[in-house]
């Protein structure tokens, strides 16, 4: 199991100082590994990036969200495609750095959608995943959809729509659980973790307001004995957003109406400690 913390955490701007420094920061802190944020493929120094990881020891994942017109769960044929090469070319800038996961909102567009989705964008959007999760299997990097909260998706809300969305798409597309999200749809933090034992493949860690874990009203301690119970050993990444760090346009998109930490410093620093002691505690308890 590698733990992680996500990128913007550290930096806002992911050119070659803004990677450093994410790096630099998450090996400071004591983490494994570092969530890379794709907002733009174009921009993304891959060589910075790797002499980076190399040079502290750390592996990378990456995460995007897709927007309105790259939304692969439009009706519209040209935004389909749109979306399919983004996701494509992520594969493919994943598999240079040696990245091993491609997670996120990947199956819609992170937005608030004005109504539910149709059956027929959701079987696009199914149709360009299974696609874009066999191009990226040849290379070595797994996909993993995230579940997110009703005001950034209408396609998966709940670990049983993720379940039913990969049936079948599995082992090349996984679930992807965030406590944030899972706090806000969800019954509880055992019951999705349960639902998705077979299909679980990449976990985020996030207080129910984004701030400091435990300071929320996340019931970490279900959730890290359900991530035992299923023997989960993908990774676990911690992530929270402050407009501090992050673009105006990326605090607009999450709703970052008022930050709960003004440095990543000391939060992901805490978040580190919380997750290794929450996992010590559970490799101490007798088996399920």
Known sequence: MKIGCHGLVWAGTYDARGIR???????????DLVEFPLMDLETFDVRA?????????????GSLGLTAGTDISSEDPEVVR????????????LAELGSRHLCGVIYSAMQKYAGPTTARGVENSRTVVRRV?????????????EVTNRYESNVLNTARQARDFVAGL????????DTYHMNIEEAGMS??????????????????????????????????????QIDYDG??????????????ELSNALGIWRNLWESGNDLGAHAHRFIRDHLTVEASLPGP
Do not use: I, M, N, W
């Open 49 to 61: 990036a790797r002499a980076a990881l190399d040079e502290h020891g750390l592996v990378a994942t």
């Open 235 to 248: 990774p676990v990444v911690f992530e929270s957003f402050s407009s501090a760090v992050v673009s105006a």
């Open 82 to 93: 749109a979306g399919e090469t983004l996701l494509l070319r992520a594969v493919d800038l």
């Open 191 to 228: 019951a999705p973790v349960l639902e998705t034992a077979d299909q679980l493949s990449y976990v985020h860690v996030g207080e129910s307001h984004r701030g400091y874990l435990g300071s929320g009203t996340v019931d970490f301690a279900d959730f890290f004995a359900a991530l035992r």
């Open 21 to 31: 420094h994410a790096v630099e920061r998450s090996s400071r802190a004591g983490f």
């Open 133 to 145: 999760a066999e191009h990226a299997a040849a290379a070595g990097v797994q996909v993993s959809v």
């Open 170 to 177: 599995e082992p090349r597309v996984g679930v992807h659980l």
